[in-house]
């Protein structure tokens, strides 16, 4: 697969554990979040995504939660299995939700 | 099967030498975009369209030009590659004329540029 994974921060997580993954961002103009995951050789694939009007959303197995004050986002995956490992970005929308802008990502290993 | 296809997939070509990297979808989508991820730096948006014949820059569109002619296709073009656009590209589409909610990502294209 593509080396995407290399120069990123590395989060090792044993499987079953909960797992956080935290995004800093900084376009305050951002007023739609997403948070995508990147298996290698592979796309992005949405995962879960907030308004900036919540705090908190949660989907199966993952919740995000949104700190506007510090412009703070982070994904929490519970029970983490195996094929969670991957890389994980987050993503702000702005300009009509036409712009896009990505964090750098977190890797994501899941020790079996 | 719903997809976001791109072509080529992998590409190693010279400095100067126009080149065109395909991307189209099945899905009747309004909103396509092309992103380019390189390492410790992510994904960035090149250009995006939200429609037929609606296009707009993103944040990294220099050296980069594509066309919205039809709802399906939304063709990458570099008219004079350099080394410095070496990086993997892929292509994005989502059914409303925005990237809300969920955009699907095509495989990817790996592009060198010697």
Redesign the interface.
């Known amino acids: 697969g ?3 994974g ?3 921060p590395t989060l090792s997580v044993q499987e079953g554990d909960n797992s956080i993954i935290n995004c800093a961002y900084s376009n305050s103009a951002s007023d ?1 979040f ?1 948070w995508y995951k990147q298996e290698s ?6 995962i879960i ?1 907030i308004r900036s009007n919540m705090d908190k959303r949660q989907g199966q197995r993952v919740t995000v939660l949104l700190n506007k004050t510090v412009k703070h986002l982070s994904l929490q995956i519970a029970a983490t299995q195996p094929g969670d490992s991957a890389v994980y ?1 987050c ?1 702000g ?1 702005s300009g ?10 977190t890797k994501l290993q899941v020790i079996p | 099967e719903a997809q ?1 296809t791109q072509n080529p997939r992998y590409l190693i070509t010279v400095t100067g030498k126009k080149l065109t990297v395909t991307c189209s979808q099945n899905m009747n989508h309004e ?1 396509m ?1 092309w ?1 380019r ?1 390189d ?7 090149i250009y ?1 369209s ?1 429609n037929v014949e609606v296009t ?1 820059k ?2 990294v569109p220099e050296g980069y030009k594509v066309s919205r002619k039809e709802k399906r296709n939304f063709p990458l073009i570099l008219e004079s590659p350099s080394p410095n656009q070496t990086s ?1 590209y ?1 292509c ?1 589409s989502s059914l409303r004329n ?6 699907f ?4 294209t ?1 592009l060198t540029v010697l």
Not at chain 1, 41 to 46: A, D, N, S
Request: charged residues 15%.
């Open positions: 593509e080396s995407v290399l120069h990123l739609y997403i050789g592979k796309g992005p694939q949405f995504d970005f993503a929308l009509g939700y036409q712009k896009v802008t990505f964090g750098t990502g | 976001v909103y975009s992103y991820q390492p410790g730096l992510g994904l960035r948006q995006y939200m707009d993103g944040d993997l892929f994005a925005s990237a809300y909610n969920e955009q990502f095509g495989p990817g790996r």
